[in-house]
């Protein structure tokens, strides 16, 4: 069965202050990892697609790595405006492109 | 383009009342879905579209039905609304070939009393 799980649930940051989101995923053959941010009361909103281990992406202060158990979203310097929930999902088996979602990392970068 | 957009974007229901949340796409995308959000459980997938006319049952699909008469219009009903589905609804939808990933809502609070 496929499924995701992040860690930590909260993360508590000083602005500045460089960490990592994980996503350890079990999925029956890799097909997509996603990564999205959500601002509270907001709909997802989509950052990142991964395919294959060793694949990296960047936007900014964000960059998000994948191996073959995990990915990793890294935030390098952040500022408060970066605080929000980071979603992490994977392409799900059975195809029509379905998304299995984990429970998300609430992010809170202080001043 | 305005996206994915999402009507109301706020309900209360009494238990036992019906309504339907109405999602609109302007992208021509193929594959549309909703999904409810709840505290410390992620998104799960109520039911989704491959294309106009047709619907199938993602995971937590009891309670709900779908229509797609249109290709840019999915619309969630509820026909006798329980406590259990007080949430926050998420459509989405995606192009269905060469691009994966999903487009979000803003979405719908559902308080169910």
Not at chain 2, 21 to 27: H, I, N, S, V
Not at chain 2, 84 to 100: I, L, M, P
Request: aromatic share 10%; glycine share 10%; with cysteine.
């Amino acid at each position: 069965e496929d499924q995701v799980t992040q860690s930590p649930e909260a993360l508590r940051l000083q602005e500045g202050e460089s960490s990592s989101l994980n996503c350890s995923y079990t999925v029956s053959g890799l097909r997509g990892l996603f990564w999205y941010r959500q601002d509270p009361g907001k709909g997802p909103e989509f950052l990142f697609t991964l395919y294959s281990a060793g694949e990296e992406k960047e936007k900014e202060r964000l960059k998000a790595t994948l191996t073959k158990k995990e990915s990793f979203l890294h935030i390098t310097a952040p500022k408060p405006e970066d605080s929000a929930t980071y979603l992490c999902a994977v392409r799900a088996s059975g195809g029509y492109n379905k998304l299995i979602f984990g429970a998300g990392t609430r992010l809170a970068v202080h001043p | 383009n305005a996206g994915v957009t999402q009507t109301p974007k706020f309900r209360v229901l009494k238990t036992g009342q019906s309504m339907t949340l109405l999602c609109a796409q302007d992208m021509n995308h193929e594959y549309m879905y909703w999904y409810r959000q709840d505290p410390g459980m992620g998104l799960r997938l109520i039911h989704y579209s491959v294309g106009e006319g047709t619907t199938a049952k993602g995971e937590v699909p009891d309670g709900y039905n779908v229509s797609r008469l249109k290709k840019q219009n999915f619309l969630l009903g509820l026909e006798s609304a329980a406590p259990s589905q007080t949430s926050v609804y998420f459509c989405a939808s995606n192009a269905g070939t060469g691009s994966y990933e999903q487009y979000f809502g803003p979405g719908t609070r559902l308080t169910v009393t």
